[in-house]
């Protein structure tokens, strides 16, 4: 079984600020790892993902993640954010063992302000 | 433009009242998942499909609701008799199996009164 964790359940920040959103996991197996992002009233759209190799990852719109599989975690940043970013972020995972199956964190409302 | 799509959007309904929920996953991708979202629960997992056979429907409350896929173009996902606990979202997603990414329709947001 796995589970992910999200410990920020809302995160404000300035506009041209740099922003880090936190995720953790729990898995005894190997996971693959995703972060979506989610608009208001539309569905899920992933913003980035780790498979494996470079434990850093560059996604859509200037975000990146970095992988630390000592630590568990799948943190998101993105070095200066723009008002068009306030959504929610879902962390997840899947098993690496196939399946395709996703577990979601609760999420992270991030609202950029000017 | 390759998507998942979802009808309806919005859903109004009474209590008791069956609803029926529909996705079209995009063409060649042969895993369909419904998952339901809701401010206290988040997103759920309900059920998942692979080659149209069910896989885990263990996120499912058995009793009221069911799901199929009557073709590789269709899921359906039912309720009878709705309750106004179902009020939530409901996202159908779907991915090629080589692939790990998974693409979302846009929602169904169901509302029982």
């Known amino acids: 079984a796995q589970s992910v964790t999200q410990l920020d359940s809302q995160v404000p920040v300035f506009e041209e600020a740099p922003v880090e959103l936190r995720c953790n996991y729990s898995?005894?197996?190997?996971?693959?790892l995703f972060w979506y992002v989610q608009y208001p009233n539309q569905g899920l759209q992933l913003l980035l993902k780790y498979l494996s190799g470079s434990t850093l990852v560059k996604g859509i719109n200037g975000f990146e993640a970095e992988f630390n599989k000592s630590q568990t975690s799948f943190h998101l940043r993105k070095p200066s954010v723009h008002i068009s970013d306030t959504a929610e972020y879902f962390c997840a995972v899947s098993s690496t063992g196939g399946g395709n199956k996703l577990t979601f964190g609760t999420g992270t409302q991030l609202k950029v302000e000017l | 433009d390759a998507r998942v799509t979802q009808t309806p959007r919005h859903k109004v309904t009474e209590m008791g009242q069956e609803v029926t929920m529909r996705c079209q996953p995009i063409?060649?991708?042969?895993?369909v998942f419904w998952y339901r979202q809701t401010m206290m629960q988040g997103l759920e997992l309900l059920a998942y499909?692979?080659?149209?056979?069910?896989?885990?429907d263990s996120g499912m409350p058995k009793d009221r609701f069911s799901a199929e896929m009557p073709d590789a173009t269709l899921a359906t996902l039912k309720i009878q008799p709705s309750e106004p606990r179902d009020s939530a979202v409901y996202f159908c997603?779907?991915?090629?199996?080589?692939?790990?990414?998974?693409?979302f329709g846009q929602g169904t947001r169901l509302t029982v009164v």
């Open positions: 997603a779907s991915v090629r199996d080589a692939d790990t990414e998974a693409f």
């Open positions: 898995s005894s197996v190997s996971v693959y």
């Open positions: 063409l060649g991708h042969n895993t």
């Open positions: 499909f692979r080659n149209r056979a069910p896989l885990d």
